[in-house]
């Protein structure tokens, strides 16, 4: 369960939020939706992503549902402290892109009094676990999980079937890139992939006997 309150109002120290699912889940519309109720509430809100990540705006976090919020992109998680300065919410949208230096960003922020959410893929399109997300959810004090809707049996999916051509760890892209699936539906479309590039040699034809 999310929590926004403490107990204990003495406590100088803030906290680190964070939201995970795979592509097209709704991470990117609860991490807006958290900081546009702080902006709301008059606190100092500062929001940064990887400057790698140009698929809308390069100054601007959008949703799939189109809900956006104004970003600062930034080219490594080293930058974040000195532009965050004198902030009480820090959002950091898809964390996975960024280098390990992340988490020690995050805690470092989280120790000074601000409220850090961050938002990002848990999985690559592998099914492993994607850069500092582990570490991230591992140290925070609140972990959301939130689901996609497969599009093949329509169950909750938590993978990111790569339906483009390509090895390449980052590849950005939406829809025709990329679809959410179940576990099931995961499993069986990577053993179909697996079995379509194998690669089936003609069996060698038996000399006859004389």
């Known amino acids: 369960m999310f929590l926004e309150n403490t107990v204990n109002q003495k406590e100088q120290f803030g906290w680190i939020e964070v939201i995970s699912g795979s592509m097209f889940s709704g991470k990117t519309e609860e991490l807006i939706r958290r900081l546009k109720r702080a902006k709301f509430a008059r606190q100092k809100v500062e929001i940064f992503k990887p400057s ?24 490594a998680a080293a930058n974040i402290p000195i532009l965050a300065d004198g902030c009480d919410v820090v959002g950091i949208d898809e964390a996975q892109f960024f280098d390990d ?18 938002a990002g893929l848990d999985m690559d399109f592998k099914g492993n676990p994607f850069g ?29 079937f790569r339906k483009a051509n390509s090895d390449e760890l980052v590849l950005l892209g939406e829809v025709e890139e990329y679809e959410p699936l179940s576990r099931a539906a995961y499993y069986k479309a990577m053993l179909r992939e697996k079995v379509s590039k194998m690669d089936v040699k003609e069996p060698e034809e038996i000399p006859e006997k004389k």
């Open 101 to 118: 230096e992340i988490v020690k960003v995050c805690n470092d922020l989280a120790n000074r009094g601000v409220r850090v959410i961050v």
């Open 52 to 75: 790698i990540d140009t698929r809308y705006n390069e100054e601007t976090v959008i949703s799939h549902d189109s809900n956006e919020i104004h970003s600062t992109p930034v080219p």
């Open 132 to 160: 500092p997300m582990p570490a991230l959810m591992a140290t925070a004090e609140y972990v959301t999980k939130v689901h996609a809707v497969c599009t093949r049996t329509g169950n909750l999916a938590n993978y990111s």
